[in-house]
């Protein structure tokens, strides 16, 4: 739980205002809005990498003022958007294990979490091998490996799909759908309105620092006023049944998902056909 949160950088930079959220366990959230909003810092604040200027946020009811990054990062898993920047050290099963290291894992216990991760990231061919020498979707995906392999209970990803193709889209929501399987809490910071709108049951939005929305991603992403707000764009199922609307197709105004104007223009289809078979 956010509770009145603000935040300003040191130089002056006021980044988060007057911030209050609900986060449950097991659900499945987008934050959304226009660069320089506010996102990042936000995220920032669930894990301890920045402490709010004012405010308390509260984590499995206690409030983290006073726990530390290392407790906090156990159980709040951040991947920064550049994640596979971050990777340092001389091979990929070292990154692994460095990533382990606050567990106070035995030496074999810590072997067997290592080599489960690799098993299960498809990494393990690449074990001996520097994270300098892997391709942009490996390094990315040790970068996960990572952080996953801490198994925190809120998962954290900064623009995830940002320059990925529909194949590396794919394959990050079968993670996404595995994580959420074993009941983790996942928040995806995301430009991509029709990614939110198909998959994202929840979204958040932010505008200067401050949330303006909070709601069931349909209702949220479908409203002008607030995508306006925002600086995105409707989603393209919207696009398409007000440029309908426009064009003079009765009702189409009421509209909102793919399904809807999809059976929409079926049930047009079939209509036109049968009056062309009466004449
Ligand atoms: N390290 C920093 N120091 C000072 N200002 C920052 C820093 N990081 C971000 N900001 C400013 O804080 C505001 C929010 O930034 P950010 O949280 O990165 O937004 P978003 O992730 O929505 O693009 C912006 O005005 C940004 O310029
Ligand atoms: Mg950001």
């Not at 004012?54 to 409030?63: A, F, M, P, R, S």
């Amino acid at each position: 739980m956010i509770k009145d949160v603000m935040y300003t950088y040191p130089n002056g930079t006021i980044a988060l205002i007057d911030i209050n959220l609900n986060l449950y366990g097991g659900e499945f959230i987008g934050i959304m809005g226009k660069n320089g909003a506010g996102k990042t810092t936000l995220i920032r604040t669930l894990n301890g990498l920045i402490r709010p200027t004012q405010g308390d946020i509260y984590i499995d009811d206690k409030n983290i003022n006073t726990t530390t990054i290392a407790t906090l990062s156990k159980k709040v898993g951040i991947i920064f958007q550049n994640a596979s920047h971050q990777l340092f050290a001389n091979t990929v099963e070292d990154e692994i294990k460095f990533s382990l290291k606050s567990f106070n894992l035995t030496k074999e216990e810590s072997q067997i979490r290592t080599n489960k991760t690799l098993q299960q990231f498809n990494l393990e061919k690449y074990r001996e091998r520097s994270p300098l020498n892997l391709s942009g979707g490996e390094s990315k995906k040790l970068a996960i490996a990572s952080i996953i392999c801490r198994d925190p209970d809120i998962l954290i990803f900064d623009e995830p799909t940002l320059g990925q193709d529909a194949r590396e889209i794919e394959s990050f929501l079968r993670l996404i759908e595995k994580e959420r399987e074993h009941g983790k809490t996942i928040i995806i910071i995301t430009h991509n309105i029709e990614f939110a709108f198909e998959f994202i049951p929840r979204t958040i939005l932010m505008a200067d620092g401050k949330i303006i929305a909070d709601g069931p991603t349909e209702k949220v992403l479908n409203c002008e006023e607030l995508i306006e707000k925002a600086s995105l764009v409707l989603p393209q199922s919207r696009q398409l049944s007000l440029a309908l609307y426009s064009m003079g197709f009765q009702d189409t105004d009421t509209l909102f998902s793919k399904a809807d104007v999809t059976k929409y223009l079926m049930q047009f289809l079939k209509n036109s056909s049968e009056r062309a078979q009466k004449r």
